[in-house]
Each structure stands twice: as C-alpha cells, then as structure tokens.
C-alpha cells in the first residue's frame, strides 16, 4: 500500500523559552541600519600577524589532521607554565589540562560532567546566557541569586541561603560578562569558606583573566587549594589574543575531575582546530603578548568612559573584561530592550540590554557597550550617541 504524505512529526523542545538570541538581534539589526556595532563582544582589530604566521607554517608544515582529544602536549605544557607563572600553581599538562573548541565548549562539558537530573546548580544573574540552557538540556534545576544591582557585589547571605542538600554546582564569572566587575581577594576568602567541606564543585569562568585595569589582580580560584581540587577553570584563547572566531579554549581542573570532563569533552567535538594549537604552543613562550594585555584595554577603557562623559548616559564601574555598562533610567522609562533597538535604529548604535542575561528579563535600564574596538569606531559610536 502506497503511503500517504504526512507533516513532519511534531518535536517537543527541550528549551521551549530560547528563542534567536539578542547578540544575533542586534548585530543583524545593526547590520540593516549601518549602526555602529558595540554589542556583541568581538574586536573590530586584527590579531597578531605573528600569530597567524604560526598558524600558516603549521598548516604548511602538515599539521592538519586530528589533534589528540585532550589537547596537543606541548600546547598543554605552555600553559601549565603560563598558569603557575600567574597563579603560583602548576597543573599537571598530563591529567589536569584540557584544550576544547572555545570556553562555551568547556562550560558545556563541564556542566555536563557534574549535574544530573535533579540536582540544583547555582547561579549568579546576571550571567553568561550558556550556563542556563546547559544546565537545563542535562536535567539540573536552576538556583538563581541576583547580584546586588548596579555594583553587582555578591550578596554572601543571599547565596548560603540557595544552597540546599541537592545542590551540587555553583557557576561564578570573574572578571564578569556582562557586568564589567570582578571579585576581591576577599570575596574568593568567603566562597572557600562557603563551599569547604561540602560536595558542591564549581564552575570558575575566567575568560576575562588578563583583562584587569587599574592594577586590580585577578583572583582566580586556582590560588586557593581548596577551591582549585573541586574546580573546573575556563579560559579562551580567543578572548586573550583578539581572535574570538578560532573557538580555542581550555579547562584546568583536578585529575579526577577531568578524567570525567573528558569523557563528555571527546563526544562534543573529540578535538580542536591541530593548526591553531601549534601555533599557541610557540606563541605562549613569549609572555609579553598576555602579560601586556591589562594595560592595552585599559587604554580603551578610560578612552571610551572618557568620550562617554559628552553624552547623557551615566557610566558604571569597569573593573574587568572589555564590557562597560551604561544606565540610561535619567533619560528614557522604556524597556532596556526596546531603548537598544530604538538606539540602533534612530541613533545607529548598537548595543545589548543587560536584562537579557536574566533569566526573567529583569530590567534595572542599562544597556552593555563592547569598548574592545579601534579608536575611531569608538568616536563614530559616541559622536552618534551625543545626539541621545
């Protein structure tokens, strides 16, 4: 008997609330109204030619085929040397380190290794939109606790009191996307104290590290012994060296613990990009490229906030990453979505709300700029933006 066609079977979604995200929004967005885009975090500048050099005689030298699923050895033993240059600590490359397809990849693997259905995971609002949808594709129940608006602090009390006997992860973001702060010496103190003693791990996203201004130290995790043995610490190459495309990342954690995040690691991508890799290893021996980074975007930094005291917006404290958050509340009562879409096309910048990164939409009128751009694209931004 001759089938009849039929619709395609409907599919129930397992994240019902994720639609087109708000980066692909605006950027498309800026795109149609010729906006100058400070919304989605990417520099409008080239990477290193040195470092794309590397690449090229990698790639010409036949280094072209699968890399090892953990991560090429001589890549994970530059930056066993780069972290204990840092930190004072030097994971093992051997069973500590492992290079994955960007941060994301590594928050996902992570999240993945930890959280079964049923158990709760922490998280600090505002946050990086992947930690939500991560948690919830593998069945984990998602604690929020808001950051204290606009200084965007820990609320320490607010936090013990989410923790429950089912909670299993805690996710922190320092220096912090979208808000531009990071945690003190003191605040690492209180989240050993917290978490010592219990079975929560954590998740330390650190892809900002050596975006740090005004001789702020980053207080990585990977200083404390007691939270370095139950943490996984992201960082992105892409982030560091101005080359948010190549999606090179890597995860330090203890031995047992990566033992199991390489278990998920190898069935999401199993490696990453072999030529890139090279290339990293021998860029890494020359410590100038990362170790100077603090004082470039600092530049950036004081000249954006600089050129942003012509205009109306009031600028918040920027004391990390390449993210400057601006409250508009004085100007305008309209929802900080609708303000960015407005801002975009009668005033032809871009740029992110900040409620985005709650999970619901909370609104407190302020709007994320990406300041990691040229000179004269940060004066065509706010020439546009005094008009405001």
Known sequence: MQSTPSSTPSLSSKLPWVGTTIFTVMSKLAAQYNAVNLGQGFPDFPCSDELIDLITKAMKAGYNQYAPMEG???????????????????????????????????????????????????????????????????????????????????DWERLTN??????????????????????????????????????????????????????????????????????????????????????????IASAALTKEFRKVHQYLTFSTFTPVQYALAEYLQQPEHYLRLPQLYQQKRDYFLQLMQQTRFRMLPCQGSYFALAAYGHISGEPDTDYA????????????????????????????????????????????????
Not at 209 to 215: K, M, Q, T
């Open 72 to 154: 090429l050895m001589a890549l994970r033993e530059q930056i066993a040397i780069k972290t204990e240059r840092l930190y004072g600590y030097a994971p093992d490359p051997v069973s500590e380190i492992t290079i994955t397809s960007g941060g994301t990849e590594a928050l996902y693997a992570a999240i993945a290794t930890v959280i079964h259905p049923g158990d709760e995971a922490i998280v600090l609002e505002p946050c990086y939109d992947s930690y939500i949808p991560a948690i919830e594709l593998n069945g984990g129940k998602v604690i929020r606790v808001p950051l204290t608006p606009e200084t965007y602090g820990i």
């Open 341 to 388: 879409m407005w801002l975009t096309r009668e005033i032809g910048v871009a740029a992110i709300p900040v409620s985005v990164f709650y999970q619901e939409r909370t609104d407190y009128k302020i709007l994320r700029f990406c300041f990691a751009k040229r000179e004269e694209t940060l004066e065509r931004a706010v020439a546009r933006l005094q008009k405001v």
């Open 162 to 251: 989410a923790f429950s006997p089912r909670t299993k992860l805690l996710i922190i973001n320092t220096p912090h996307n979208p808000t531009g702060t990071m945690l003190s010496g003191e605040d690492r103190h209180q989240l050993s104290k917290l978490i010592n003693g219990t079975d929560i791990l954590l998740i330390s996203d650190e892809v900002y590290e050596h975006l740090v201004y005004d001789g702020t130290v980053h207080q990585s995790v990977l200083y404390d012994p007691i939270l370095r043995k139950r943490a996984f610490v992201v960082s992105s190459f892409g982030k560091t060296y101005h080359a948010t495309g190549w999606k090179v990342g890597y995860c």
